[in-house]
């Protein structure tokens, strides 16, 4: 057993060490003018643009890169007692050999992150696949490092550049939305805030699209620029059980999500933008938790489970966001302050964690997890992929005839979590 573990650590020590390589091919001026040869050539489809490029590539970066991985990992193998640290120098061979060959014009089906063609699937979480590569070269060349394992990247929060992306935000004018409105805008995105609010004021870099609840339809033409849509908005009735009350919370926290999901979805139509769009949905701690505000916790529930299985065929990447209370004017005992739960998506978001869990509670670092393994399994057993029509129809606000503003979004992001 234990030389197994030592094969495995190998492995993974070969890889961090190419990324290593990788990283200081970008950074390291000795290094750099021999490996940006690799990001001249190619095309946006992956395809080669001069086969004399490619082979030269393959002298300056590739064949280096394997025989840096094997000075360092060939004498960790020596001092180790055993076979398994030779593993890794053994997996190392497998990229050498091939790097040769592709010097030569031959070969090149094993080039598999540089395979020529269309986009066929998001980027993969824990291993590289050609969507996650293709970012590193057509995205943000000083993101996405990695080479099979994601690790480095992830520590290094470069497993998601949100540097140039148009961002938009449902919920902005309340704490939260303006909380990530700032930290987005820092990292270097462009926000859009949508807002249902009038009179909300936003600073001239962001810019601010008026909708209601009811209209998801008229933000279609919107979504197709948008490379992320964060849905933010929701209302929490604080104990009421009316019927009224029911309806508005089903529309608002689970049904118009919903509705501007798959609107969004529905734009993601071109190969590259499996690697440049995400989903990104505030589903709350309510989702598995206690919220103290039963139909606030049903239907964020409904929305956090109808996501779940949503993700099981989504084009593109959907990202939950499970947040604990925090501290605004409609929760003043709120534990956690807004600014700093944004500042937590948005450090998890560039690791890339799906489900972003910020909360001071233990007990959600488990029941999340947990429940969405579950519910996942479950929905692959027992539902089948159909295809899907367009949202065409509007709703109304279900038993409400005001309309929902962001200060409504405020209200549910805090006293229903307390």
């Not at 076979?83 to 070969?107: H, S």
């Not at 944004?342 to 488990?366: E, H, M, Q, S, Y």
């Amino acid at each position: 057993m234990q030389q197994v573990l030592l094969a495995i650590a190998s492995i993974v020590i070969a890889e961090v060490v190419r990324d290593i390589f990788h990283v200081a091919g970008h950074f390291w001026e000795p290094l750099k003018k021999h490996h940006m040869v690799h990001h001249r050539v190619y095309r946006r489809d992956l395809s080669v643009i001069s086969m004399d490029t490619f082979k030269k590539a393959q002298w300056s970066h590739d064949i280096p890169e394997a025989f840096f991985m094997l000075a360092v990992c060939v004498p960790l193998a020596v001092v180790t007692p055993g076979l398994g640290m030779w593993v890794g120098c053994l997996y190392i061979l497998a990229f050498l050999i091939p790097a040769f060959a592709r010097a030569q014009g031959k070969m090149l089906y094993t080039d598999l992150t540089h395979e020529a063609g269309a986009l066929t699937t998001p980027p993969g979480h824990w291993t590289v696949n050609r969507t996650y590569h293709w970012r590193h070269h057509f995205d943000d060349v000083d993101a996405y490092f990695c080479g099979y394992l994601t690790i480095v990247d992830k520590i290094m929060g470069k497993a998601l550049s949100l540097k140039g992306k148009t961002i938009a935000i449902t919920g902005a004018s309340g704490t939260l939305g303006r909380a990530l409105t700032r930290e987005l805008t820092r990292a270097g995105a462009k926000v859009i805030a949508l807002t249902s609010n009038p009179n909300s004021e936003f600073t001239d870099a962001v810019k601010v699209v008026p909708w209601q609840i009811g209209e998801e339809a008229a933000l279609r033409d919107w979504f197709e620029s948008i490379d992320i849509l964060l849905l933010n908005h929701g209302v929490n009735d604080n104990g009421d059980r009316h019927f009224a009350a029911v309806q508005r919370a089903y529309e608002v926290n689970a049904f118009s999500c919903l509705r501007l999901a798959e609107l969004f979805l529905e734009t993601v139509n071109r190969s590259e933008h499996k690697a440049l769009k995400e989903l990104w949905v505030n589903t709350s701690e309510a989702e598995a938790n206690p919220a103290f505000s039963p139909l606030y916790e049903l239907s964020k529930r409904t929305l956090g489970d109808l996501i779940t299985m949503r993700r099981l065929d989504a084009p593109c990447v959907i990202r939950k966001l499970i947040l604990g209370p925090f501290k605004s004017s409609l929760n003043p005992v709120g534990i956690m302050s807004a600014q700093s739960v944004a500042r937590g998506i948005v450090f998890l978001a560039k690791r890339d964690f799906r489900n972003i869990i910020v909360t001071i509670n233990p007990l959600t670092f488990i029941t999340i997890p947990l429940k969405e393994i579950s519910q996942s399994l479950y929905f692959r057993l027992f539902t089948k992929a159909t295809k899907r029509s367009s949202i065409t129809t509007n709703s109304t606000n279900a038993g409400s005839t005001e309309p929902v503003t962001d200060s409504v979004t405020e209200r549910e992001q805090t006293h229903s979590q307390v």
